[in-house]
């Protein structure tokens, strides 16, 4: 919708009469006077591109990670107080801050100058990986803070609603802040009971030694120290006299009046114009759906819809209110009022609780969320069941309407007239007789939008149980928010007792129907939902009659814990790992849990990450065009429009690839630029190069491309269908398999699918090129696992010799795999924009371009036949794997091949065949994502563990220990399993998780409990080390001493948050005896060490470990005779003498894995230097009625050798854990039919959140195991620990296996992954399920297919 007035006629509008007023606002106690405030330019951009404050990041764009968090804070003249608030910088209108206080990262503390306490103490706790979500999490608590110095845990819980952190697992930041709270805590857990120590009494049983940080290093927090609010903002505020302001810019205004009757005017005079408050859905449109509002008008400055009025029958609230206020004007009603009168406020504070994230409800208004019209808005529901009524009003003077289904009159809209606007909405007291409560279902529980989401109410004759007024209100399950009036009006009347129930659940599975092609998918979860959800409404009124002594039917014991509302528990964790050896000289730091030697930068948001680099004078932004469909020809594409746009400077396409368009990272099987043809949804066909971002941006989507459109294959069975495969296909085949099967005592056969993954880097791809000016030299600065695979397919696509390619990488704001291939696609088109232009140009994709373009973890299909003995020793197993490769082959391959290496996981099978497909598909090429292919291919295996269990009616833990490999026992690709410790890791996991006892509880809890179930399970992994690509194994460094001493180091890995160069300072100190803070590593870049392999396959620290070591003997050897020299002498005195000497003081080192070589041919040869080991054993709690569980405990043993750094191993086997949890349970990438990817932000796909984290969760490093491979006795850590969240997974199959007994069913089912909330809850058959029976497939085109 567009508004027909122009910018000069909304002039007129304005108090001056022309141009735009001032905005002032202070940045970090600095006055900002801007006199072109543009209304389309955000916080976010502002502090970034305008005032170069690069600490605050993009992560989304949609509110969604927190990784923009800054404070606002206001001086309220009605209250005469501050107000400091946690906002989305990339959400905040730049025009909405007028005398507004913004605090961002660089404001509260620097390294140079002092950290504030929030940000050393995330630094200290090892609560900073990657470090990109640092910066938000830091604004977050420390907002918190601000208006509470001493919280609890869980107000800690709640301010990190709205942040996302990919790598940490979030733990240690709550441990670190835990250090706040009331709770306190300092020892991580190691007090008795996994308490505190200073809360428990148990100080003096800490040893020091044993914890991953020390809180005496940590400064003490003063809240009188803060950073004071601007004395002269303070007086502008006070000062101020009611005006109105207007803000101008290219294509918008921002009109924001001073008083009610000028907004009503603009607005009757502007009925298009968009009232934006909280930008939170407008700034969503303008953003993604390419909206274009020319006048938006601010009310902020109104009193009448920012007030709250409290009224003899209810409290209104003006339109403009943000939720935050709302909660807290309820929640002091709540506790204030008698409790009858305020079951609606509980209803709505309840939904509250689960809306969004703080950031959100901080500046989200409850108007803005009713005008929205969401048909999954979370309040509406409630509004409705509770007859809210609101007040409509324009210049003509205003009406009231009750908010009923006849106030939405269609999919995001209302019976508002285009002139009126919402002034106020009035939340009614609830009766003595009514009761109401609400429920949201969504797929993660925190900052999530929902699935289906209700509100019930119902009024009862006083002193009866017969229903005499009942509101049934859901969201999700029709194009608005809808009442079940029908099932309502049949129930009036009706005693509250089973009969209703049968009747309610029989209609509204009538009522509540959806088209089984409903936009959403998940149509029979939905509406089993509806059901579901009355049931438990239903159960809870019961009681409550009960109680207030009404004749009702009791409800029984074991039906109790389906009304209760979930709180999450506070959670608590333990890790224990080996001190070093005693005696180990205090500065030798290999084996201390050494802090991440950026960490600290990092939480003050000085440390630079690529699009951080300032930018040049005369650079340029490159936006991609991209193909929207999946398979077709291009038949032609138009400029005409997109040229005449502002800023545009050129276009790229195939024709203008200087060298060669055939690019990929082992088979050249991909375009730079689609040629013709485009073969997936997002395939990169040209470019467009402009001034600025968001004038590319404007030019791309205005390029018009024609196709011709051929038949996609999307999914897996298709491409199993059509025979689509790459080659080779993979075989593996040890023992004799028929024999196997003859042996066996049962057959059975089987099939999973795994869901992919997206990386969700929490700082998306980008690319800076700097031509140099001269003999085709190139600069790139790019966020990359792989530096010499950049510079080689640059090179190539550039047609000149790689010796003119440097490329360079500080460090990445995670990577997980995901930056190893796929960002040559992005950096080499923005390095041919360069050479072509020859002026330095950037591009950082947004997220929804890098979910859209970049690819993911490969999906796979697994069918497998086992035969196994009585007992339930395995003895055969042929097993087919499929994955989803997508459009190119990429890593494909190599990552197949490492899934049938790991398709016995971590059991003995003598009779095996194991067979990889590669299904070539039109999705973008599917690539690396840590675990590379061995979490697939474990997965599998455990399928058909359990399906095992199941069918023996055994115990999975019994049968899984039984199968368990042996020392000395040999893999199904021939290689001998020396120095096993899986089975000292299972013993290990057992004893400190208390299996046993845990078993009993849970079995009792499930005998206690019909709708709540509870699960475990133990499951291990074996993960092997090497990449399977021998020729990769290899590794180089390179040292300089200078003459002060001072120690620059290079090497081939790359750091993108998994405390690679802290190692590597970490090895170099302990071979030159020099302490790290000599010791400095700048950056990977491709003109210190060349030809590196990708920073991937986990093993990074082993291959540049040992090649820094060899550097480093090399120089130590060079300095020996003078150390003996001169033995009392300094390592500056050792090194001028040696460099008097003329002793050359730089040294290349260089190491590769002896030993290894596998040919699939003869099936011989090592694969692997030596397997990672690990157990876990988790265990869930199921909602059967909702499908929602919660992880209550996981207890994890690492067998990590000896570990390099304790506190970094912690971090990935908690980091890798979370990531797999989102894997098996909670992450879903949705595809259309035609192969359109449906997901495309943290708003639609969502990671693990800090709810997420199991509320109980201990880390052991197995002890006393040194591996002789690699450096130090140390082993890899970084992937091997994802897979064991598959003890989650199976731990939920567990839990529903108990719910399916209730019904009567056993033995093996299917469980695809993620065992998301859909699945739980289809997966456990009940009365409820059996009323809403699936569409039979194929009569029907569904919203999203399985690829
Ligand atoms: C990350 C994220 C998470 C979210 N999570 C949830 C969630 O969990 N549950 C949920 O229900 N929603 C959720 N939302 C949606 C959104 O936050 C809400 O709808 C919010 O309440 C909108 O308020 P706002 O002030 O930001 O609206 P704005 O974007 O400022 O405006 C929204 C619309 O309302 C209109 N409008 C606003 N005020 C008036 C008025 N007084 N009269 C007439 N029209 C008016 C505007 O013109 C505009 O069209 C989420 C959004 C984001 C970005
Ligand atoms: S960048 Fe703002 S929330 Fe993600
Ligand atoms: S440290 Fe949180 S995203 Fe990397």
């Given at each position: 919708m567009q508004s027909t007035r122009t910018v000069a006629d909304t002039e007129t509008?304005?108090?001056?009469?022309s141009g735009s007023d001032e905005l002032i606002f202070f940045v970090n106690g600095k006055k900002i006077v801007e006199?072109?405030?543009?209304?389309?330019?955000?916080l976010l951009t502002y502090l970034r591109?305008?005032?170069?404050?690069?600490?605050?990041?993009?992560?989304?764009?949609?509110?969604?990670?927190?990784?923009c968090t800054v404070m606002l804070s206001r001086y309220?003249?009605?209250?005469e107080q501050l107000v400091h608030l946690a906002v989305n910088a990339c959400l905040a209108?730049?025009?909405?801050?007028?005398?507004v206080a913004v605090t961002t990262v660089?404001?509260?503390?620097?390294v140079a100058r002092k950290l504030h306490p929030v940000q050393e103490r995330i630094a200290k706790a090892h609560?900073?990986?990657?470090?990109?979500?640092t910066p938000g999490v830091v604004m977050s608590m420390y907002t918190l803070l601000r208006n509470?110095?001493?919280?609890n845990m869980a107000d800690v819980g709640e301010a990190f609603h709205g942040n996302l952190c990919?790598?940490?697992?979030y733990r240690p930041i709550l441990e670190g802040y835990r250090?706040?709270?009331?709770?306190?805590?300092?020892?991580?857990?190691?007090?008795?009971?996994?308490?505190c120590c200073l809360t428990n009494g148990?100080?003096?049983?800490?040893?020091?030694?044993?914890?991953?940080?020390?809180?005496?290093?940590f400064t003490t927090f003063d809240p009188t120290q803060e950073v004071i609010f601007p004395p002269e903002l303070m007086s502008l505020s006070k000062g101020q006299r009611s005006r109105s302001l207007c803000f101008r810019g290219d294509q918008v205004t921002w009109l924001q009046p001073d008083s009610l009757n000028e907004f009503l005017r603009l607005k009757w005079k502007h009925p298009n114009a968009r009232i934006v408050v909280g930008n939170t859905e407008v700034g969503i449109e303008v953003k993604f759906k390419n909206m274009v509002y020319p006048v938006l008008l601010s009310p902020s400055s109104l009193p009448e819809l920012n007030s709250v009025i409290r009224c003899d029958d209810g409290i209104a609230f003006g339109a403009a209110c943000t939720l935050s206020h709302m909660g807290a004007v309820l929640r002091e009603a709540v506790d204030t009022l008698p409790p009858h009168q305020t079951r609606v406020f509980l209803a709505v504070l309840e939904q509250l609780r689960w809306f969004a994230g703080l950031q959100i409800r901080n500046v989200a208004a409850v108007g803005g969320n009713i005008m929205t019209a969401?048909?999954?808005?979370?309040?509406n529901p409630v509004f409705m069941a509770a007859g809210c009524r609101l007040t409509l009003t324009d210049r003509d003077g205003s009406r009231e309407v009750r908010m009923?289904?006849?106030?939405?009159?269609g999919y995001r809209k209302t019976?508002?007239?285009?002139?009126?606007?919402?002034l106020s909405v009035h939340i009614p007291y609830s009766k003595e007789t009514q009761f109401v409560s609400a429920f949201k279902q969504s797929?993660?529980?925190?900052?999530d939008i929902s699935i289906v989401t209700a509100a019930m109410s119902v009024t009862f004759?006083?002193?009866?149980?017969?229903?005499?007024d009942l509101r049934l209100s859901y969201g999700g399950m029709a194009a608005t928010t809808v009442l079940a009036k029908e099932t309502a009006n049949r129930l009036?009347?009706?005693?509250?007792g089973e009969e209703l129930l049968q009747e309610a659940c029989s209609s509204l599975a009538e009522e509540m129907t959806?088209?089984?092609?409903?936009?959403?998918?998940m149509v029979t979860y939905r509406r089993t939902l509806t059901l579901s959800l009355f049931y438990k409404f239903y159960l809870t009124v019961l009681q409550k009659l009960h109680l207030q002594g009404v004749r009702v039917e009791e409800v029984q014991t074991e039906c109790v814990s389906a009304t209760e509302v979930y709180h999450p528990d506070t959670p608590s964790s333990v890790q224990v790992f080996q001190a070093v050896?005693?005696?180990?000289?205090?500065?030798?730091?290999?084996g201390r849990p050494m802090m991440h030697l950026s960490a600290m930068k990092q939480a003050t948001g000085e440390a630079v990450y690529c699009d951080d680099v300032p930018l040049y004078e005369n650079e340029l932004y490159l936006s991609l065009i991209t193909?929207?469909?999946?398979?077709a020809r291009i038949l032609s594409v138009d400029v005409s429009v997109a040229e005449r746009s502002p800023g545009v400077v050129c276009f790229l396409f195939a024709?203008?690839?200087?060298?060669?368009n055939a690019t990929g990272?082992?088979?050249?099987?991909?375009?730079v630029l689609a040629d013709g043809?485009?073969?997936?949804?997002?395939?990169?066909i040209g470019a467009v190069v402009a001034d600025t971002q968001l004038h590319a941006q404007r030019a791309t989507k205005a390029v018009k491309i024609e196709y011709e459109e051929l038949q996609p294959i999307v999914t897996i069975q298709e491409a199993i269908a059509a025979q689509s495969f790459y080659q080779p296909i993979r075989t593996i085949q040890k023992g004799d398999l028929e024999a196997g099967f003859k042996q066996a005592d049962h057959i059975l056969e089987g099939e999973i699918h795994i869901g992919g993954q997206e990386?969700?880097?929490?700082?998306t791809n980008v690319t800076l090129a700097v031509p140099r000016?001269?003999?085709g030299e190139m600069e790139l600065f790019v966020s990359t696992q792989s530096a010499s695979k950049t510079q080689s397919l640059v090179a190539k696509a550039l047609g000149?010799?790689?010796?003119r390619v440097v490329v360079r990488v500080k460090?990445?704001?995670?990577?997980?795999?995901?930056?190893?291939?796929?960002t040559t696609m992005l950096s080499t088109v923005v390095a041919m924009a360069a050479d072509k232009l020859k002026r330095p140009v950037r591009c950082m994709l947004d997220r929804d371009e890098d979910m859209l373009i970049t690819g993911g973890r490969h999906p796979f299909y697994g069918k497998y036949k086992v035969g196994f003995l009585?007992?339930?020793?395995?003895?055969a197993l042929d097993v087919s794997y499929y994955s989803?490769?997508?459009?190119?082959?990429?890593?494909s391959l190599s990552i197949m091949e490492r899934a049938l290496f790991h398709m016995e996981n971590s059991y003995s099978v003598a009779n095996v065949r194991g067979r990889g497909f590669l299904c070539r598909t039109n999705l973008p090429s599917n690539t690396a994502f840590r675990g590379f292919g061995g979490p697939q291919g474990m997965m599998v295996a455990e399928s058909w563990m359990s399906d095992v269990a199941q069918t023996l009616g055994r115990s999975a833990e019994e049968v899984r220990r039984l199968n368990l490999y042996m020392e000395g026992e040999s893999t199904p690709y021939n290689q001998i399993l020396d120095r096993l410790t899986l089975d000292r890791c299972w013993d290990e996991c057992l004893s400190r998780s208390e299996y046993q006892q845990r078993r009993a509880a849970v079995d009792l809890y499930n005998r206690q409990n019909r709708w709540t179930k509870r699960g475990l399970a133990v499951i291990p992994t074996k993960f092997g080390i090497s990449?399977?690509?021998?020729?990769?194994n290899q590794a180089g460094a390179l040292v300089h001493i200078y003459t002060d001493g001072s120690v620059l180091m290079a090497h081939g890995g790359t750091e993108m948050g998994q405390g690679l160069h802290t190692k590597m300072v970490q090895v170099a100190s302990r071979v030159l005896d020099v302490?790290?803070?000599?010791i400095h590593i700048s950056e990977t870049s491709t003109n210190t060490v060349p030809n590196t392999s990708p920073?991937?396959?986990?093993?990074s620290s082993d291959l540049n470990g040992a090649a820094v070591q060899n550097a480093c003997d090399i120089l130590a050897k060079r300095l020996e005779p003078y150390k003996t020299k001169n033995?009392?002498?300094?390592w500056e005195d050792w090194v001028k003498a040696a460099y008097f000497d003329c002793v050359n003081l730089s040294a290349n080192g260089f190491y590769k894995t002896p030993d290894l070589g596998y040919s699939f041919d003869s099936n011989?040869?090592?694969?692997?230097?030596y397997f990672s080991n690990g157990v876990a054993c988790s265990e869930v709690e199921v909602d059967?009625?909702?499908?929602a569980h919660k992880n209550l405990s996981t207890t994890i043993v690492m067998d990590v050798?000896?570990?390099?750094n304790p506190a970094i191993d912690i971090g990935q086997v908690e980091g890798g854990f979370m990531q797999g949890l989102g894997l098996f349970t909670l992450e879903e990438l949705h595809y259309s039919?035609?192969?359109?990817?449906?997901t495309r932000g943290p708003g639609s796909y969502k990671i693990p959140a800090?709810?997420?984290?199991?509320a109980r969760l201990t880390v052991s490093l197995l002890r006393?195991?040194?591996?002789?491979?690699a450096i130090f006795a140390s082993k890899a850590v970084?992937?091997?620990?994802?897979?064991?969240a598959a003890s989650v997974f199976y731990a939920i199959k567990d839990a529903i296996s108990a719910a399916r007994a209730e019904s009567g069913l056993s033995g093996p089912f299917r469980l695809d992954s993620p065992a998301s909330a859909e699945r739980i809850r289809n997966a456990c058959n009940d009365r409820f399920t059996k009323l809403c029976p699936p569409a039979e497939p194929g009569t029907f085109i569904p919203w999203s297919v399985q690829v």
């Amino acid at each position: 919708m567009q508004s027909t007035r122009t910018v000069a006629d909304t002039e007129t509008e304005t108090r001056s009469g022309s141009g735009s007023d001032e905005l002032i606002f202070f940045v970090n106690g600095k006055k900002i006077v801007e006199r072109n405030a543009d209304p389309e330019m955000t916080l976010l951009t502002y502090l970034r591109r305008k005032l170069g404050l690069t600490g605050t990041k993009l992560g989304c764009s949609e509110g969604g990670c927190g990784a923009c968090t800054v404070m606002l804070s206001r001086y309220q003249t009605h209250t005469e107080q501050l107000v400091h608030l946690a906002v989305n910088a990339c959400l905040a209108p730049l025009c909405s801050l007028h005398l507004v206080a913004v605090t961002t990262v660089e404001g509260i503390g620097s390294v140079a100058r002092k950290l504030h306490p929030v940000q050393e103490r995330i630094a200290k706790a090892h609560g900073s990986q990657c470090g990109f979500c640092t910066p938000g999490v830091v604004m977050s608590m420390y907002t918190l803070l601000r208006n509470s110095p001493a919280p609890n845990m869980a107000d800690v819980g709640e301010a990190f609603h709205g942040n996302l952190c990919r790598c940490t697992g979030y733990r240690p930041i709550l441990e670190g802040y835990r250090t706040f709270t009331t709770e306190g805590g300092c020892c991580g857990g190691r007090g008795r009971e996994s308490g505190c120590c200073l809360t428990n009494g148990s100080a003096q049983e800490v040893d020091d030694a044993d914890m991953l940080f020390n809180t005496t290093t940590f400064t003490t927090f003063d809240p009188t120290q803060e950073v004071i609010f601007p004395p002269e903002l303070m007086s502008l505020s006070k000062g101020q006299r009611s005006r109105s302001l207007c803000f101008r810019g290219d294509q918008v205004t921002w009109l924001q009046p001073d008083s009610l009757n000028e907004f009503l005017r603009l607005k009757w005079k502007h009925p298009n114009a968009r009232i934006v408050v909280g930008n939170t859905e407008v700034g969503i449109e303008v953003k993604f759906k390419n909206m274009v509002y020319p006048v938006l008008l601010s009310p902020s400055s109104l009193p009448e819809l920012n007030s709250v009025i409290r009224c003899d029958d209810g409290i209104a609230f003006g339109a403009a209110c943000t939720l935050s206020h709302m909660g807290a004007v309820l929640r002091e009603a709540v506790d204030t009022l008698p409790p009858h009168q305020t079951r609606v406020f509980l209803a709505v504070l309840e939904q509250l609780r689960w809306f969004a994230g703080l950031q959100i409800r901080n500046v989200a208004a409850v108007g803005g969320n009713i005008m929205t019209a969401s048909p999954i808005s979370d309040l509406n529901p409630v509004f409705m069941a509770a007859g809210c009524r609101l007040t409509l009003t324009d210049r003509d003077g205003s009406r009231e309407v009750r908010m009923d289904d006849g106030f939405f009159s269609g999919y995001r809209k209302t019976t508002l007239r285009p002139q009126e606007v919402l002034l106020s909405v009035h939340i009614p007291y609830s009766k003595e007789t009514q009761f109401v409560s609400a429920f949201k279902q969504s797929p993660r529980r925190e900052d999530d939008i929902s699935i289906v989401t209700a509100a019930m109410s119902v009024t009862f004759i006083p002193g009866t149980d017969v229903v005499e007024d009942l509101r049934l209100s859901y969201g999700g399950m029709a194009a608005t928010t809808v009442l079940a009036k029908e099932t309502a009006n049949r129930l009036l009347g009706r005693s509250w007792g089973e009969e209703l129930l049968q009747e309610a659940c029989s209609s509204l599975a009538e009522e509540m129907t959806l088209d089984p092609s409903a936009p959403g998918g998940m149509v029979t979860y939905r509406r089993t939902l509806t059901l579901s959800l009355f049931y438990k409404f239903y159960l809870t009124v019961l009681q409550k009659l009960h109680l207030q002594g009404v004749r009702v039917e009791e409800v029984q014991t074991e039906c109790v814990s389906a009304t209760e509302v979930y709180h999450p528990d506070t959670p608590s964790s333990v890790q224990v790992f080996q001190a070093v050896p005693e005696g180990q000289r205090q500065d030798d730091v290999v084996g201390r849990p050494m802090m991440h030697l950026s960490a600290m930068k990092q939480a003050t948001g000085e440390a630079v990450y690529c699009d951080d680099v300032p930018l040049y004078e005369n650079e340029l932004y490159l936006s991609l065009i991209t193909s929207s469909k999946a398979h077709a020809r291009i038949l032609s594409v138009d400029v005409s429009v997109a040229e005449r746009s502002p800023g545009v400077v050129c276009f790229l396409f195939a024709d203008d690839i200087p060298g060669s368009n055939a690019t990929g990272p082992i088979e050249y099987d991909e375009t730079v630029l689609a040629d013709g043809q485009v073969t997936c949804v997002g395939h990169i066909i040209g470019a467009v190069v402009a001034d600025t971002q968001l004038h590319a941006q404007r030019a791309t989507k205005a390029v018009k491309i024609e196709y011709e459109e051929l038949q996609p294959i999307v999914t897996i069975q298709e491409a199993i269908a059509a025979q689509s495969f790459y080659q080779p296909i993979r075989t593996i085949q040890k023992g004799d398999l028929e024999a196997g099967f003859k042996q066996a005592d049962h057959i059975l056969e089987g099939e999973i699918h795994i869901g992919g993954q997206e990386h969700f880097y929490l700082e998306t791809n980008v690319t800076l090129a700097v031509p140099r000016g001269e003999d085709g030299e190139m600069e790139l600065f790019v966020s990359t696992q792989s530096a010499s695979k950049t510079q080689s397919l640059v090179a190539k696509a550039l047609g000149i010799p790689a010796n003119r390619v440097v490329v360079r990488v500080k460090r990445m704001g995670g990577g997980f795999g995901g930056k190893e291939s796929r960002t040559t696609m992005l950096s080499t088109v923005v390095a041919m924009a360069a050479d072509k232009l020859k002026r330095p140009v950037r591009c950082m994709l947004d997220r929804d371009e890098d979910m859209l373009i970049t690819g993911g973890r490969h999906p796979f299909y697994g069918k497998y036949k086992v035969g196994f003995l009585s007992s339930g020793k395995v003895v055969a197993l042929d097993v087919s794997y499929y994955s989803n490769a997508g459009n190119s082959m990429d890593l494909s391959l190599s990552i197949m091949e490492r899934a049938l290496f790991h398709m016995e996981n971590s059991y003995s099978v003598a009779n095996v065949r194991g067979r990889g497909f590669l299904c070539r598909t039109n999705l973008p090429s599917n690539t690396a994502f840590r675990g590379f292919g061995g979490p697939q291919g474990m997965m599998v295996a455990e399928s058909w563990m359990s399906d095992v269990a199941q069918t023996l009616g055994r115990s999975a833990e019994e049968v899984r220990r039984l199968n368990l490999y042996m020392e000395g026992e040999s893999t199904p690709y021939n290689q001998i399993l020396d120095r096993l410790t899986l089975d000292r890791c299972w013993d290990e996991c057992l004893s400190r998780s208390e299996y046993q006892q845990r078993r009993a509880a849970v079995d009792l809890y499930n005998r206690q409990n019909r709708w709540t179930k509870r699960g475990l399970a133990v499951i291990p992994t074996k993960f092997g080390i090497s990449f399977t690509a021998a020729f990769l194994n290899q590794a180089g460094a390179l040292v300089h001493i200078y003459t002060d001493g001072s120690v620059l180091m290079a090497h081939g890995g790359t750091e993108m948050g998994q405390g690679l160069h802290t190692k590597m300072v970490q090895v170099a100190s302990r071979v030159l005896d020099v302490p790290c803070s000599k010791i400095h590593i700048s950056e990977t870049s491709t003109n210190t060490v060349p030809n590196t392999s990708p920073t991937a396959a986990s093993a990074s620290s082993d291959l540049n470990g040992a090649a820094v070591q060899n550097a480093c003997d090399i120089l130590a050897k060079r300095l020996e005779p003078y150390k003996t020299k001169n033995p009392k002498g300094s390592w500056e005195d050792w090194v001028k003498a040696a460099y008097f000497d003329c002793v050359n003081l730089s040294a290349n080192g260089f190491y590769k894995t002896p030993d290894l070589g596998y040919s699939f041919d003869s099936n011989s040869g090592r694969v692997f230097n030596y397997f990672s080991n690990g157990v876990a054993c988790s265990e869930v709690e199921v909602d059967c009625l909702t499908g929602a569980h919660k992880n209550l405990s996981t207890t994890i043993v690492m067998d990590v050798g000896h570990s390099l750094n304790p506190a970094i191993d912690i971090g990935q086997v908690e980091g890798g854990f979370m990531q797999g949890l989102g894997l098996f349970t909670l992450e879903e990438l949705h595809y259309s039919p035609r192969g359109v990817l449906l997901t495309r932000g943290p708003g639609s796909y969502k990671i693990p959140a800090f709810g997420d984290i199991p509320a109980r969760l201990t880390v052991s490093l197995l002890r006393d195991a040194p591996n002789d491979k690699a450096i130090f006795a140390s082993k890899a850590v970084g992937e091997p620990p994802l897979f064991l969240a598959a003890s989650v997974f199976y731990a939920i199959k567990d839990a529903i296996s108990a719910a399916r007994a209730e019904s009567g069913l056993s033995g093996p089912f299917r469980l695809d992954s993620p065992a998301s909330a859909e699945r739980i809850r289809n997966a456990c058959n009940d009365r409820f399920t059996k009323l809403c029976p699936p569409a039979e497939p194929g009569t029907f085109i569904p919203w999203s297919v399985q690829v």
